[in-house]
């Protein structure tokens, strides 16, 4: 499809874009950058899922779930049982920090847009439960991948 410049057979999106356009260490950097993030979702993934890493962090987001799980779907009178919560969303944390790590297909696009999503909620969840100091962390995590949603130029999805 040359109108839209993105050539169909040979397209390849990446989360990868520059952070400085004058410079040649911007790629480097931005890459850097990504790795991190997703790293620290992995990270997160795995001691939401696991003690084997931390097993004090793991303890402290097995109880959050239980509140998490009661505003949403709880609020709407869907009844979740907060360990399939806590082991669902730790997985997709993992994956989504995975595929934004190999980078290379629109799955590390929807990757970023699912992490905004659930660091957003985390965040609403625990604001709602009255937890607001809690709160700050998970605004920092929801910061980071807004810069890889958003970026510098407002796009960080280069197609080649």
């Given at each position: 499809?040359?109108?839209?410049?993105?050539?169909?057979?040979?397209?390849?999106?990446?989360?990868?874009?520059?952070?400085?356009?004058?410079?040649?260490?911007?790629?480097?950097?931005?890459?850097?950058?990504?790795?991190?993030?997703?790293?620290?979702?992995?990270?997160?993934?795995?001691?939401?899922?696991?003690?084997?890493?931390?097993?004090?962090?793991?303890?402290?987001?097995?109880?959050?779930f239980k509140g998490h799980a009661r505003v949403f779907p709880g609020r709407f009178g869907v009844n979740i049982d907060p360990e399939l919560y806590r082991l669902v969303f730790g997985a997709t944390q993992i994956v989504a920090g995975?595929?934004?790590?190999?980078?290379?297909?629109?799955?590390?696009?929807?990757?970023?847009?699912?992490?905004?999503?659930?660091?957003?909620?985390?965040?609403?969840?625990?604001?709602?439960?009255?937890?607001?100091?809690?709160?700050?962390?998970?605004?920092?995590?929801?910061?980071?991948?807004?810069?890889?949603?958003?970026?510098?130029?407002?796009?960080?999805?280069?197609?080649?």
């Open positions: 499809d040359k109108s839209s410049g993105i050539n169909a057979e040979y397209g390849h999106y990446y989360i990868t874009n520059n952070l400085s356009t004058y410079s040649d260490m911007g790629f480097p950097i931005r890459r850097l950058f990504v790795v991190s993030v997703a790293l620290f979702y992995i990270y997160m993934g795995v001691c939401t899922v696991t003690p084997a890493i931390n097993a004090d962090l793991h303890s402290e987001l097995k109880g959050s995975a595929l934004i790590i190999i980078g290379e297909s629109i799955w590390a696009v929807y990757s970023v847009w699912i992490l905004l999503g659930m660091q957003a909620f985390l965040c609403l969840s625990l604001y709602s439960q009255g937890e607001s100091t809690k709160c700050i962390p998970n605004l920092v995590a929801l910061n980071l991948i807004g810069v890889l949603a958003g970026g510098s130029h407002g796009y960080h999805y280069k197609v080649e």
